[in-house]
């Protein structure tokens, strides 16, 4: 696969989780930063506080056998990004609500946090547990925006956009045809994440390519 486009300003931090005997579940958000680019050192001083802000507003909610492994900041104003395959996991759907409106355009970051005591049914969160996942998640959003590292500040929580439409690709052997996402033309499009909404449906960290 091609390595995907550049975004002007924008970091992704990717959180790896261990959840029980998984060792691969990831999650991950996209911030816009102000400022010149971080350094090296910038990324591992962003990694490490926002690991932190995850740790201390999430501990009481984190099952114990689940853990925050680590976090890594990658600028994609230069560099490459193509994604990473995550096993499936029991996770909080957490919504970014855009103001923009397009097909598939409902980003979201599911969280492999709760457990089974924590369901009112095997579909759904108690009210209990959703209303101080939502005390800790503003906490912790609040806290990632006020992080600066060098010159590079945290402006807002944004959703990257790479693809539009897609092309039908026919295997030659089988005959068999699937859709291929097409790159945006004109380059990635940001939307600013003004808000948050906490699904009270249980959702699951799924393997994507």
Known sequence: MPALPPVNHVLRVRQLWRVGTDLEVFTHHYLEYSGGPPTP?????????????????????????????????????????????????????????????????????????????????PQTWKTTYLSSFITAHNSFATAVLAITAGTTAMVSFVNVSYFEGFMVVTNPVTGRARNVPKLRPGGPVTDLVPSFAVHSNVGQVRRRA
């Not at 990324?43 to 114990?64: H, K, R, W």
């Not at 890594?72 to 395959?85: A, K, M, N, R």
């Open 41 to 121: 050192a910038d990324c591992a001083l962003i990694a490490t506080d926002y690991q932190g802000f995850v740790s201390s507003n999430f501990l009481a909610l984190i099952p114990a056998t689940t853990t925050l492994e680590a976090a890594t900041v990658e600028d994609l104003t230069s560099s490459s990004s193509t994604g990473h395959p995550g096993p499936g996991s029991l996770a909080t759907n957490v919504q970014s609500l855009i103001l923009r409106r397009y097909r598939g355009g409902k980003p979201r970051c599911m969280w492999p946090i709760g457990t089974a005591d924590d369901l009112t049914t």
